[in-house]
């Protein structure tokens, strides 16, 4: 099953498809972590990955295209994958759907996530990030039980270079000139679920994923 992962940053993207990935048994595979990872290692891919990010601009989509059916050619991708952050743009999607139909693979679901602003902020900022095993806390909202230790491994809780404010406003405005198409571009195929994920609305990320697989149990 091949799952996408649409939404502006902090919406809560990257939490969902970790339970979407243990649940159905397919990895997660965010391009956001593999540029992160290139960026610390130094490599090419990083050093230009970099300059994209801190500024909140997208990198550009043919390195993204790419790196993403390089990574959809590993065996265990072979009963699919959730795009945690791919396509961010109509031509990625594009792309996408050029090289799902070579393996006779289509996308099966959008998830649409969207939030309150005010709040995407807020989340952006409080974010913290295990340096070894990336599960995400939140400061408020999700803290870890030791303050700026992971729960899971015991290692170091980082917060990511662009999680401050003047670059989540940016990565916003981003948002909504390139990757906000897609919400048409999927729900004209017919396989767009959208959520809403708000403190707001008492509606968690943890809650939506399991709405999501309800809603994935029913279809089949
Ligand atoms: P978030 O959704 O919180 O912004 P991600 O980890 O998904 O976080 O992405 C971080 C950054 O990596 C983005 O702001 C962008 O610069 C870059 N990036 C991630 N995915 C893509 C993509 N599909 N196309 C271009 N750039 C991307
Ligand atoms: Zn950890």
Redesign the pocket.
Known sequence: MIVIML????TG??TIAEILSKKLEIPQV????I??KNISEKTELGKL?ES??SN??????DV?VKLVEDRLEKDDAINGVIL??????VA?AEALDEILKKTNKKVDVTINLTTPEEEIIER?VNRRICSKCKKIYNLVLNPPKENGICDNCGAKLEARA?DNEETIKS?LK?YFEQTSPLVDYYNKKGNLYSATVSQSINKMGPDVANDIITYLEEEK
């Open positions: 939404g502006a940053p902090g993207k990257g965010s391009t956001g972590d540029f992160r990955a994209y990010i909140g601009k997208l990198v550009p989509d993204t945690d952050g791919f396509p961010r743009t990625q952006v662009d990565r981003t």
